[in-house]
């Protein structure tokens, strides 16, 4: 069973820092993984679609990769603002399955 | 082009009751799916479909049950609602298998029972 974990479970930065939020799955018979960004009370929104075939995708300040030989991902974000303050999700391809988010809060 | 929306938004009943949550979207995407989101659960999946007509089950099925009349819409029922039902559940949409394509999801329905 795949198992999907999110490390840190919450992080809060000042205004301005690089951060990486790391997602690390169990099984690696992946097709893709995807990123993605809840702010409160609200839906999931895609950020990033990385297909197993690519081992980075990059949008804007935000910057995925993807190793599946060692079941893990990381997602990048460039000068952080305070607007980028929500829980992102992890989501690797196929399986349905979801880590349980990373909550990142930015200070200004 | 309004992606996936859900009706209704909130909704608080009393144990025992039904109730029928509506998903549609209008990407003329396959496959739906059914999640609900507690904390410190996380996403879990409760039903999907890969096409109009077929459902399927997911992680967490008892007490839901689902239909797929349309390729648009994607119905979820409560027969008998529990307070374990006690949840925000998020439908979502993919052109084909998650696993390939990229999934969109709608703003949830939070839903109380008492």
């Known amino acids: 069973k795949q198992e999907v974990t999110q490390i840190p479970a919450a992080l809060s930065v000042p205004e301005g820092e690089n951060l990486v939020l790391n997602c690390s799955f169990t099984d690696s018979a992946i097709y893709n993984l995807q990123w993605f960004r809840q702010d409160p009370g609200k839906g999931l929104t895609s950020l990033l679609l990385?297909?197993?075939?690519?081992r980075e995708q990059t949008s804007g300040r935000l910057n995925a990769s993807l190793d599946k030989s060692s079941g893990r991902s990381t997602l990048y974000i460039a000068a952080s603002q305070p607007g980028d303050s929500a829980t992102y999700l992890c989501a690797p391809g196929g399986k349905l399955i979801f880590g349980q988010g990373t909550e990142l809060s930015v200070k200004p | 082009n309004a992606g996936v929306t859900q009706t209704p938004k909130f909704r608080v009943l009393k144990t025992g009751q039904s109730m029928t949550l509506l998903c549609a979207q209008d990407m003329n995407h396959e496959y739906m799916y059914w999640y609900r989101q507690d904390p410190g659960m996380g996403l879990r999946l409760i039903h999907y479909s890969v096409g109009e007509g077929t459902t399927a089950k997911g992680e967490v099925p008892d007490g839901y049950n689902v239909s797929r009349l349309k390729k648009q819409n994607f119905l979820l029922g409560l027969e008998s609602a529990a307070p374990s039902q006690t949840s925000v559940y998020f439908c979502a949409s993919s052109l084909r298998l998650a696993g390939l394509y990229e999934q969109f999801f709608g703003p949830g329905t939070r839903l109380t029972v008492l």
């Open positions: 990385i297909q197993s075939s690519q």
